[in-house]
C-alpha cells in the first residue's frame, strides 16, 4: 500500500491528473468536461515528460563525449542517480516525509499568506528524500522525524514558489500560475542579477536576423544548429573511436548532428506539453482553491516558462554550462571536490534561468543571470556534501539550487541541536 502511495505522489502526470479531476468534480462539471479535462492533464504530462527523456538521452551521450574529450573526472550531479541511491535505504522514510509533507503544504497555504500548492511530485519526492537523508544521519527517528521532515518539506512547497511568483508574473503576464521547482534560488538569483546589469537591454525574443538568416527565428531550428556545433566539436575532442562504441558503429560526425536535432526535437515536445497542461491545469485548479484553499495557484515544473521565450531557453542553458566548465577549473585549482557540468542540470536549471534573467534584463540578463546561477549550482554540491553521511561520498549528488541551500541549512542545524 506504502508502495501504491508513493508510485500515485512520485508520478506527476497522476498527481496533477487527480488535483485536475478533483478540480473539475469541485466545478459540477459534465463526465464528459471531467473525462477530457482529465485525460488532457495526464496526456500534457506525458507529452512533457517523453520530450524531457529524448532531451535527456541526447544530453547524456553529449555528457560522456565531452569527460572523454577534456580528460575530466569528478562527481556529477544528477537529482534522479543519488536518489535512486538513497531511496534504498531510506525509502520508506522518505515514503512518509512526502505524504505529510503535501499535506502539510495544504495546511500552509490554506492558514498562511502563502497561497501555493506545489504540484511538480517528482521534485517533492527528491526533497523528501534530502530530508530524510539529513535528518536520519543527525540521528533523528521515529515520529519526530517524520513531523520535522513533512513540516520542513510543506514550508518548502509554499515558500520557493512565493519568492519566484514576482518574476513570474513578469514572465506569464498573469498571476494565475506559480512555479514548482527545487532550483528556484538559482532563477531568483537570475532575475536579480537581470535586474542590475540589464538596463535597457532588448529581450532575447527581439532578436534581429539578417534577411538570409531568417530561418533562425524558428526557436527549434537555432535550437539544432547551436547544439549541433557543440556536438560536433565534443565528438571530434572525443575521438571517431569512442563515440563509434557510444553510438553502435555510426560516424562520430553523423551521431553528434542526429544526437543534436533530437535533441533540439525534445525541446519542441516539451513545449507542446506545457501548452496542453496550461490549457487544462488551470481552469480546473480553481475549483480546489475557490472551495479548499481560496486564491491559491498551482504552482508547475520549470518548463512551463519556456514557451515564453525560447531563444532565452537556449541561451540560458549555453551560459549556465560555461560557467559550470568555470567553476569546475575553480575547483580544480583550489584542490577541492571537482563537480563536472551535468550537462541536464544545467539546461534545465540553465534554461529556466535564461527566461528568468530575460524578464528582468533583457538579454544581458539571459546571459549573466544564467551564469551566476551556473556558479550557484557548481559550488553549492561540495557544500552539500558533507551533511548527507555516506551518501555524500557517492560519484553524484543532488543537483539545483534550493536542494543545495535547504540541504545546508538542515544538515548544519541538525548538527547544532543534536550535539
Not at 542579477?193 to 537591454?201: A, M, P, R, T
Request: charge should be neutral.
Amino acid at each position: 500500500m506504502l508502495k501504491l502511495i508513493l508510485d500515485i505522489l512520485s508520478v506527476p502526470a497522476i498527481l496533477v491528473g487527480l488535483i485536475a479531476l478533483l478540480g473539475l468534480v469541485m466545478q459540477k462539471k459534465s463526465t464528459s468536461d471531467i473525462l477530457k479535462g482529465t485525460i488532457k492533464t495526464i496526456l500534457g504530462f506525458l507529452v512533457l515528460g517523453g520530450g524531457a527523456g529524448i532531451a535527456v538521452g541526447a544530453l547524456e551521450n553529449f555528457g560522456l563525449m565531452f569527460q572523454q574529450a577534456f580528460n575530466v573526472q569528478g562527481v556529477v550531479p544528477h537529482n534522479e542517480a543519488v536518489v535512486a541511491l538513497a531511496l534504498e535505504t531510506y525509502g520508506t522514510t522518505t515514503a512518509y516525509i512526502m505524504a505529510f509533507g503535501m499535506l502539510a503544504n495544504i495546511l500552509i497555504a490554506k492558514f498562511t499568506r502563502l497561497k501555493y500548492i506545489f504540484l511538480t511530485g517528482h521534485h517533492t519526492l527528491y526533497m523528501a528524500c534530502l530530508i530524510a537523508v539529513i535528518l536520519m544521519v543527525s540521528g533523528l527517528e521515529g515520529f519526530v522525524l517524520i513531523l520535522i521532515g513533512a513540516l520542513v518539506l510543506g514550508l518548502t512547497m509554499a515558500f520557493f514558489p512565493a519568492i519566484a511568483q514576482p518574476t513570474m508574473r513578469r514572465i506569464t503576464g498573469t498571476d494565475d500560475v506559480a512555479f514548482g521547482h527545487f532550483g528556484t534560488a538559482g532563477y531568483v538569483l537570475s532575475a536579480w542579477v537581470g535586474k542590475l546589469v540589464g538596463k535597457g537591454s532588448r529581450s532575447t525574443e527581439e532578436m534581429n536576423f539578417p534577411k538570409g538568416l531568417g530561418f533562425l527565428r524558428d526557436s527549434t531550428v537555432a535550437v539544432a544548429i547551436v547544439m549541433g556545433i557543440f556536438y560536433i566539436i565534443v565528438a571530434v575532442g572525443s575521438g571517431a573511436a569512442f563515440v563509434s562504441d557510444l553510438s553502435g558503429g555510426q560516424n562520430h560526425i553523423i551521431f553528434a548532428i542526429i544526437q543534436a536535432i533530437t535533441f533540439a526535437g525534445g525541446v519542441y515536445v516539451i513545449l507542446q506539453g506545457v501548452r496542453l497542461i496550461l490549457a487544462e491545469i488551470v481552469p480546473a485548479f480553481k475549483g480546489i482553491s475557490e472551495r479548499l484553499v481560496p486564491d491559491a495557484k498551482p504552482a508547475l515544473d520549470c518548463p512551463v516558462v519556456f514557451p515564453y521565450a525560447p531563444n532565452a531557453v537556449l541561451i540560458g542553458f549555453l551560459s549556465s554550462f560555461v560557467a559550470g566548465i568555470v567553476g569546475m577549473f575553480i575547483l580544480i585549482s583550489l584542490d577541492a571536490t571537482v563537480i563536472l557540468p551535468g550537462v541536464v542540470p544545467h539546461f534545465f536549471c540553465g534554461a529556466t534561468a535564461g527566461v528568468f534573467g530575460n524578464a528582468t534584463g533583457g538579454r544581458r540578463g539571459a546571459v549573466i543571470g544564467a551564469f551566476a546561477q551556473g556558479l550557484l549550482i557548481t559550488f553549492l554540491p561540495v557544500l552539500l556534501m558533507p551533511v548527507l553521511g555516506d551518501l555524500g561520498f557517492a560519484n553524484t549528488t543532488f543537483s539545483d539550487a534550493d536542494f543545495g541551500i535547504v540541504g545546508i541549512l538542515l544538515g548544519n542545524l541538525a548538527k547544532l541541536f543534536m550535539n
